[in-house]
Nanobody, 118 residues
Framework: QVQLVESGGGLVQAGGSMRLSCAAS????????MGWYRQAPGEQRILVAD???????YYGESVKGRFTISKDSAQDTLYLQMNNLKPEDTAVYYC????????????WGQGTQVTVSS
């Protein structure tokens, strides 16, 4: 079992910045992929960004150029730096990790609320 604990969410004004953290209960070097997802009320959970073991990154179109995903193996922590936040970024953000090439069968955090006011 792997426990993931997200932190860093809260309320921010549009145009502001916020950094989310996801601390893992074991070494993150074993995971093939790590990512951030978000779910807005009444909508499906979608991929925001992910990063592979080799450091390759992917970003959803709506966050490209504004969000940056990174990881710190020494701290066993995944980050999501969010800049120029928009009201449409409001959602519950989840981190997820997997030993395989996708998140099927992966592990998920409990989620952290991000609210962007206009």
């Amino acid at each position: 079992q792997v426990q993931l604990v997200e932190s860093g969410g809260g309320l921010v004004q549009a145009g502001g910045s916020m950094r989310l953290s996801c601390a893992a209960s074991r070494s993150i070097s074993v995971f093939n992929i790590m990512g951030w997802y978000r779910q807005a009320p009444g909508e499906q959970r979608i991929l925001v960004a992910d990063i592979t073991r080799d450091g390759n990154t992917y970003y959803g179109e709506s966050v490209k150029g504004r969000f940056t995903i990174s990881k710190d193996s020494a701290q066993d922590t995944l980050y999501l730096q969010m800049n120029n936040l928009k009201p449409e970024d409001t959602a519950v953000y989840y981190c997820a990790v997997s030993y395989w090439s996708d998140m099927a069968g992966g592990y998920w955090g409990q989620g952290t609320q991000v609210t962007v006011s206009s």
